[in-house]
């Protein structure tokens, strides 16, 4: 093994680590050495066995090969590098949008991906696609079931139930920003919620469609949702459950 073909190893991983927690602008400014080592990851294999065994030691493990590095995250939740659920929606709520309504979606985009519990031990690759119109129908269900709840149920936090208030006020589709509360809509916040939850390696996106985004979820998110046991998701996974069975139970009856 040469010093520099260590050297090379650990710039793959760095810039690789930079690309997959949404560092673009790093990557950038790398990106022909991005694209060498990339291109020398695949076509010379006992290259791509060093970075593997690199990536082992960090306790990393590879999701996919795009052009300026690879896609990595974290082998298992306890890992140094696996991604922290609060940390991370506190660098989201860093702007205008209200931490409550983030958590809101986040609790829908996680309900979209794992409807039940044995979804959190399923492999990633058997749990399928989601769409934005998937989150917009678990918001739907979730907000129908948050409004029939007891002014004194305490499965959901107050703010949640306040955020659930004032989603019911915005519009699911927003074609004109200026008639928003707030200008925000259903859409807009799964979309910006999408958006960063790739930049920071929870989901794969796909377009095979232009305008068709399909999401898949990445081993760090499961892992990070099911060791991390957060409240607020699995409580209001627990309403829109609850939810469904009151309203099966009432198709059955007619």
């Known amino acids: 093994m040469e010093t520099n073909d260590i050297y090379q190893v650990n710039r793959l991983i760095y810039l690789s680590l930079a690309h997959s927690n949404g560092r673009k602008q790093l990557v950038n400014r790398h990106q022909d050495e991005a694209k060498e080592l990339v291109q020398r990851y695949q076509a010379d294999g006992q290259f791509q066995v060093m970075v593997h065994e690199g990536l082992a030691g960090m306790e990393l493990q590879v999701l996919d090969v795009e052009a300026l590095a690879l896609r990595i995250s974290a082998l298992h939740a306890g890992s140094f590098f696996a991604a922290n659920l609060t940390e991370y929606g506190k660098i989201l709520a860093r702007n205008e949008l209200k931490a409550a309504e983030l958590l809101m979606v986040h609790c829908a ?102 305008g068709e985004v399909e999401y898949r979820p990445t081993p760090s998110y499961q892992a990070a949702l099911k060791s991390a046991t957060v409240y607020a998701f699995h409580a209001f996974r627990d309403v829109v459950e609850d939810h469904e069975m009151m309203s099966d139970q009432a198709d059955g009856e007619e």
């Open 109 to 210: 985009v996680a309900t979209a991906f794992f409807p039940s519990e044995a979804d959190l031990d399923a492999p990633v690759e058997d749990l399928g696609i989601v769409m934005v119109e998937d989150v917009v129908e678990v918001l739907r269900r979730f907000a129908s079931a948050e409004k029939a709840l007891d002014e004194d149920d305490d499965l959901v936090h107050p703010e949640v139930r306040t955020a659930a208030q004032r989603f019911r006020e915005l519009p699911e589709e927003n074609p004109d920003s200026k008639r928003a509360t707030g200008g925000h809509s259903w859409v807009e916040l799964i979309q910006r919620v999408f958006e960063h939850m790739v930049e920071t390696s929870y989901l794969l996106a796909f377009e095979d469609r232009p």
